[in-house]
């Protein structure tokens, strides 16, 4: 569609001109189609962004029916006259069983053109008429031959050429697959480097930190994963066992109750596990 209609209506989504142009086109009368409009949210939209609301009207869609609409028709029946030749390509393409047409055309010329060689030739008596005849003849043949022969190097070429591409596609995906895995695994051989490199840059926090970063850097992995890595194993050696009780130790003697019936309150004795 040109770009040069400023209307309300040259201003709307091209999917809502295209219904536009189908409803025309059905015979819908202009109020249904101005109500039909103006009850579409991204035609509101259209209208309140660049026309200040004011909604369309039937004068609007008359004067689009003169202008816009017939420009519209000529793109529509130019893009089925596309996909038809698109749709008998492809049904060509079937008939012809991955075949060139031409190829197939010239073959059927080049059997015609020698049935009506013979034909001449036959009918030639007088020598030199003959010869005239013959060499009218291979000239013929031999363009058909050139062409013959350009038509298989063009297709030796493209078959060559998909070739390539394919095995450069095949290659891309080996490659993608190569580089996915060494992503995968990158972080565990670059935690087993974390210790000896940590020890080449004076060892402790502070070596460990920088081995963590180069690495990081070399096999591009987010900056801080292996010093969070070294931190959280570093926490889980460092936690202190949980005290457990002395089995040895037993618990405070109890008073006994038959004391308490004399008036006498019982004392309790800690025992001592050491002799």
Do not use: Y
Not at 47 to 72: C, D, M, Y
Not at 81 to 103: N, P, R, V
Not at 180 to 198: Q, T, Y
Not at 227 to 255: C, F, H, M, W, Y
């Amino acid at each position: 569609m040109s770009t040069t209609h400023v209307g309300k209506i040259g201003r709307l989504l091209k999917c809502t001109r295209d219904e536009l142009g189908r409803r025309i086109e059905d015979g819908e009368p202009g109020k249904e189609l101005v109500q039909w409009l103006n009850g579409l949210s991204d035609v509101q939209e259209v209208l309140k962004e660049q026309f200040g609301g004011r909604a369309i009207t039937e004068q609007n869609l008359s004067e689009w029916k003169q202008t816009g609409h017939p420009e519209w028709l000529r793109h529509e029946e130019t893009r089925l006259f596309a996909s038809k030749l698109t749709e008998q390509s492809d049904d060509l393409d079937e008939a012809a069983d991955g075949q060139e047409i031409s190829d197939r055309f010239a073959s059927l010329l080049a059997v015609e053109l020698a049935s009506l060689a013979v034909t001449l030739l036959e009918k030639e008596t007088d020598p030199e008429e003959r010869w005239q005849r013959s060499c009218e003849v291979h000239g013929v043949f031999s363009q058909l031959r050139c062409d013959a022969s350009r038509a298989v190097r063009t297709r030796i070429k493209r078959e060559r050429w998909n070739r390539q591409v394919q095995g450069e596609d095949e290659e891309a995906d080996k490659r993608f697959e190569k580089e996915n895995r060494e992503r995968h695994i990158a972080p565990f051989l670059a935690r087993l480097e974390l210790g000896p490199m940590a020890e080449l840059f004076g060892g402790g926090e502070a070596g460990r930190n920088i081995a963590a970063f180069v690495l990081e850097m070399q096999n591009d992995l987010p900056v801080g994963r292996l010093g969070r890595l070294g931190r959280k194993s570093g926490a889980d050696q460092s936690k202190p066992a949980p005290v457990r009780p002395n089995p040895t130790e037993s618990d405070l003697i109890q008073p006994n109750p038959t004391n308490l019936s004399n008036g006498h309150a019982a004392i309790a004795i800690p025992h001592d596990s050491h002799p």
